[in-house]
């Protein structure tokens, strides 16, 4: 992939040209603020950008508003966002348009290599990938809201799962059940979140949204 960097620290920047380079991903730009990455996104029109979110002039949400304004303007440019913490507003904003082409990790993932380029080719690839803590901050206002509150404790951390990007293979061995399973407790949910059939929608995209956006 071409991917360019947003990240004002510059050890962690030039650690992750690195990483991407001796992966075989081509970096044509790393930058430090958050104008500075939508001006090489104009340029270059990467693949995917991976951009923090606090960075100058501010250090507030730059990155994230920064993040939003690709996404608007460059709807083909996937989009992982780092952060050392949950911006619940701008975090939702992104999430609720499309969580297609999407990521959101917290900084200590990055730390973990492996699980930093599984997102990175995730995303790349057209899915999603949230950390965990992400999704249960910006899930923790929906427990009062239905039909939500009609889902069952397991159906609940199916669909957190399905809202970190995994598949229904992975979501059984994390939760330690079958596939099968997994696949009757996704088809509850749709069913209890009113989500039937529909040509040229995809359910479980529309499932993650409903619960992103509660």
Avoid at 3 to 12: C, K, M, N, W
Avoid at 110 to 131: I, N, P, S, T
């Amino acid at each position: 992939m071409r991917v360019i960097l947003a990240e004002d620290s510059t050890l962690l920047r030039e650690g992750l040209v690195r990483l991407l380079a001796e992966e075989g991903h081509e970096v044509p730009a790393a930058v430090g603020d958050g104008e500075a990455l939508v001006e090489a996104v104009a340029e270059h029109v990467p693949d995917a950008v991976v951009v923090d979110v606090r960075m100058p002039p501010t250090h507030t949400d730059e990155g994230l508003r920064a993040a939003l304004e690709i996404r608007r303007r460059w709807p083909q440019v996937k989009v992982l966002v780092l952060s050392q913490y949950v911006e619940k507003r701008y975090a939702a904003e992104l999430m609720s348009s499309d969580v297609e082409g999407v990521g959101y990790l917290l900084k200590d993932r990055v730390a973990q290599v492996g699980d930093f380029l599984d997102a990175l080719e995730r995303v790349g690839a057209g899915g999603a990938a949230f950390d965990p803590e992400v999704v249960r901050q910006l899930l923790a206002r929906t427990t009062q809201v239905d039909p939500l509150a009609r889902l069952t404790a397991r159906e609940r951390e199916v669909l957190e799962r399905m809202a970190q990007g995994l598949t229904n293979a992975s979501i059984a061995q994390e939760l330690h059940v079958s596939q099968s399973a997994v696949e009757k407790h996704v088809n509850s949910l749709f069913d209890k979140l009113g989500l039937a059939h529909a040509s040229g929608y995809s359910r479980r995209v529309l499932a993650v949204l409903r619960f992103l956006g509660s």
